[in-house]
């Protein structure tokens, strides 16, 4: 017998990434461009996921569970945009995922600390990290 292969961190970023450009978002991964020519929208999102768990699924030690928890920092050029787009991710993220040959649990809204404003940046800019936890079984 075949075991499972493992859960794929990559097709659950993937599936996050979509929903919240589904939902008119613009949306970087893992931070923002870095050219010097770039500037910021007024609005976007940016992804930090982490890699995850490949969980048991029984005594078997079949891993094949996922468990992950994705930050998506919410930034905006002042504070009613940045809440624009947390309002924006939160309906993005309110229904579960889909990933191929998996069944994904609606996302869980674990929050976030409160907005704030980062000055290391010209102009200044507003982010609001929020926290989901993402899991998945094979189908």
Known sequence: MVSPSPPDVLVHVDAVQAALEAAGLTVYL???PTSSSWS???????????????VRESLAD???????????????????????VA????QAMSQPLTVEGRQCWPPEDLGGP???RDDDV???????PVQYR????PA
């Open 30 to 32: 893992g931070g923002t």
């Open 40 to 54: 910021p929208p007024d609005k976007f999102a940016v992804l930090y996921p982490d890699p995850g768990m490949a």
């Open 62 to 84: 079949e891993r094949t569970h996922f468990d992950a928890t994705m930050q998506i920092t919410c930034v905006g050029g002042d504070p009613e945009r940045t809440l624009w």
């Open 87 to 90: 309002g924006r991710v939160r």
């Open 114 to 116: 409160p907005l704030a």
């Open 122 to 128: 010209t102009p200044p800019l507003w982010f609001l």
């Open 134 to 137: 993402i899991c998945s079984t």
